[in-house]
C-alpha cells in the first residue's frame, strides 16, 4: 500500500522536476508514475489478496518513461529499505541514465539518493593478473597456449602504461576508462573472474578495483547495469556481484530483450579440436600443483589419466559427428548453401551413438571438474596459510580457466547425454564445422521457467518496461515468454504524438515482385531508392539480412557516394555522428542498417525525415533455436507462424517504424517495400500493431 508520506514524496518531486526543466506535465508520464508506485510498493504478503508484485509497462518514444519509473522507484526502494537495480540492454542507455538522467533528477527533484554503474568482474583490471604479466619470463606455470605469449609479449609498453596510470590515480583499472581500445587477448589475460580470483587471500586485495567497485555497489540507492550481468548474478545464485533478489527492486528498461538474452545464457557451447589443445596441456599444470604440494586430495596421475582418456574421446565424438554431418547435410547448392554445414538435431535429439558418448564424456569431465575444485580449494588454503608456498598464486589464474572449460564441457555433454523430459520443452542441439574445427552447441529455447524460479518469485518486486512489449494491446507473448504470472499488472500507454498528423505509411506500387523472390526485390529496392530518398535530408534504410544489404549497397553505392553511410563500414557511433553532422551542414545522408539501427537510435527532426523498411522483418528460417521452438509448438498441434513468427515481425516492424518519431515536433514517412503488408492474410494484423499513421496504399 502507497502510504500518504510516499506519495507526497513522489508527487512533489514530479512538481519540482517539472518546473526545474520547464516542462508541462504528460498524462502518459503520470499514469506510469502512479502504475510503477503502486505495484512496487505493494508488500509481498498482500499479493495473495490480488496485488502482484511484477509490472509490465509498454511506454513508447515520447512518454519519458525513464524520468517515469525513476521518480518513482527510488523513493519507493528507499522507504522499503531495498536497493534499486535498473538494468538496461545496451550501454547506451547505460550511459544515458547514468550520465545525464540520474543526474538530473536529482538535481532537479532534489531527492537525496546514491546511485553507480556497476560492471561484470571481466570488465576491471586484475592487479595480480598485470604482475604476473610484468614477470611473465620468470611466470613459474605455463598456462594454456591461448592465454600466453605473443599478445603479452607486444604489449610491454601498454602493461608499464597502466601501471604508471594507476599509480597516479590517473586510471582507476576500468577497461571503459582506459583511453584507448586494448585488444581481447591482452585484457583477457589482465582480468579474471569468480573462479579464478583469490579474493581476501590475494596480495593485492586491499587496492583491488574491481572489490572497490564492488562495494560502491552495494552502498547505492541505485545501481544501473545491464541485463545481462543480472542474468550471471542470478545464475550465480543471487547477490554474488548484486543485491540479493529478495533485496532487490529491479526495472528491465528495453526490457522486450530479456527473454532472449536468458536463452544466450543458456547455451553451451565447444570446439572439439580446441579442448583437444587445452586437454593436452593441462597435466602440465596438476604436475605443478603437485610438485607445490597442493595435490593432497588429488590422484594427479590418475587425474592425468583420465584427461588423456578425454582427449581420446573427444576425438572419436568428433569422428562421430563428421559423418553424422556428412549424412544429413542437404545436398542442394541452393541459397542458403553457405548454412548447409550446420546440423541441428530435429527437436533435439541426438543420434544413440552420439547420446551413449556423451554421457561417458560428462560423467568424466565432472569428475576432472571436482578434482580441478579440489586443487583450487587446496591452493586457496595454502595462500591462508603463513608460509604459502612460492608461486601459488600465479597457479590460480590455470585452475580458473581449465575450470571454466571443464565446466562448460560437462554442462554441455550432459545436455547431449541426457535428452530432455517427455513433457518438458526440448533442448536445441546442433553441430556446426568451423576452420579446423568442430563447433558443437546446445541451447535452451524456453526459459520461462528458469526466469520464473530465479527472479519473479524472488525478487521483492519489478517493473518491465519497453516501447514494444504487446501486439496490438496484447501482453500474452512477452509474458509467456518471460515466465510473467498471469496475475502480473499490464499496461499499455498511450501515446503523446498525434501519428496521424504526423507521420504517414506509404506501401507503394512494386509490380509483381515478391519479396521471398531475394535477387529480384533487391534490384527493385535499388531502382526506387534514389526517388524514395530525394525528398529528404535525413533518411534511414533498414534491411532484414546482410546479404541484401550489401547486394542493394553495391547496386546503389554509385548514386550516393558519399552520401551513403553503411552499416559495417564504421562503428556505429561513428556512423550516427558522421549523418548528424552531414545534415547539420546541409547535406544529405542516408543510412543502411540492420536490426541494430532498428532500435536504440534516436535521429530527432532532420536526421530523420523517412524511414524505409525493405521487407517485413521475419525471423531467419535457419536460426537453430527458433527451428526447434517451432518444431516443438507444432507437435503440440500449435502454429508456430500465427504463435511466434507474427507476432514477433510484428514487434520487429513497431520498432523500426519508431524510427522516425522522436519528439513531437517530428515529421515524416515511412516506406515499406513488402507488398504482403497490403496484400497478405496476416498484413491486417501487422497494420493494426502499428501506431494509427496516415496510410497510404498505392494501387
Known sequence: MLSDELKSTIQGAYTALLGAKGYAPRSCQKH??????????????????????????????GTGKTVAYMIAAIPVAKALGKRLVVATATVALQEQIVGKDLPDLGLGTGLPFSFTLAKGRRRY????????????????????????????????????????????????????????????????????????????????????????????????????????????????????????????????????????????????????????????????????????????????????????????ALTEMRHILELTRRETRPADDGPRAQDASLVRFPRGRVPANVRELAQSLGSQFDTVLVAVERLREAAEDELRGEDGAPGVEALMPAFGALYRRVETNRDLWRSYGMGDADNAAPTARWIQPREFDMQVSSSPIDVAAMLRERLWDRCHAALVTSATLAVAGDFSRFCLKAGIASDASLRALSSPFRHAEQAELIIPQLGDIDPRDQEAHWRLIAERLPELTAGARGTLVLFTSWRQLLSVRDLVVDDYGDELLVQGD?????????????????????????????????????????????????????DPVGATLNEWIEAR???????????????????????????????????????????????????????PYRRIVER
Request: with cysteine.
Open 32 to 61: 506510469m508514475i502512479a502504475e510503477v508506485a503502486r505495484t512496487l510498493s505493494v508488500p509481498r504478503e498482500e499479493e495473495r489478496e490480488g496485488h502482484s508484485h511484477v509490472a509490465v509497462v509498454e511506454a513508447g518514444t
Open 570 to 622: 564504421l562503428s556505429r557511433t561513428e556512423i550516427l555522428m558522421r549523418h548528424r553532422e552531414a545534415i547539420d551542414a546541409g547535406r544529405r545522408s542516408v543510412i543502411f542498417g540492420l536490426a541494430s539501427f532498428a532500435e536504440g537510435v534516436d535521429l530527432p527532426g532532420e536526421y530523420c525525415e523517412h524511414v524505409i523498411i525493405s521487407k517485413i522483418p521475419f525471423a531467419t528460417p535457419d
Open 125 to 312: 583490471l586484475c592487479l595480480a593478473r598485470l604482475d604476473e604479466a610484468l614477470q611473465e619470463s620468470t611466470a613459474p606455470v605455463p598456462l594454456f597456449d591461448d592465454e600466453t605469449g605473443s599478445p603479452l609479449v607486444d604489449a610491454k609498453v601498454l602493461l608499464n602504461d597502466m601501471v604508471s596510470q594507476l599509480m597516479a590515480g590517473e586510471w582507476d583499472g576500468d577497461r571503459d576508462a582506459w583511453r584507448e581500445e586494448v585488444d581481447e587477448p591482452v585484457w583477457s589475460r589482465l582480468t579474471s573472474d569468480h573462479v579464478q580470483c583469490t579474493n581476501r587471500q590475494c596480495s593485492h586485495f586491499d587496492n583491488c578495483v574491481y572489490f572497490k567497485a564492488r562495494e560502491e555497489v552495494f552502498r547505492s540507492d541505485c545501481i544501473v547495469a545491464n541485463q545481462d550481468l543480472v542474468l550471471a548474478d542470478l545464475a550465480m545464485g543471487g547477490g554474488a556481484v548484486l543485491p540479493a533478489p529478495e533485496d532487490t527492486i529491479y526495472v528491465f528498461d528495453e526490457g522486450h530483450h530479456l527473454p532472449d538474452k536468458a536463452v544466450s545464457h543458456g547455451r553451451a557451447q565447444v570446439n572439439l579440436g580446441e579442448d583437444h589443445g587445452w586437454l593436452e596441456q593441462a597435466p602440465r599444470v596438476f604436475e605443478t600443483a603437485r610438485t607445490m604440494g597442493i595435490d593432497v586430495l588429488v590422484d594427479v596421475r590418475s587425474l592425468s589419466r583420465t584427461v588423456a582418456e578425454l582427449a581420446q
Open 637 to 691: 498441434g500449435g502454429n508456430p507462424f500465427r504463435e511466434v513468427s507474427l507476432p514477433d515481425a510484428a514487434l520487429r516492424l513497431v520498432q523500426s517504424c519508431g524510427r522516425l518519431l522522436r519528439t513531437e515536433q517530428d515529421h515524416g514517412r515511412i516506406t515499406v517495400l513488402d507488398r504482403r503488408l497490403a496484400t497478405a492474410w496476416y498484413g491486417a494484423m501487422l497494420l493494426d500493431a502499428l501506431p
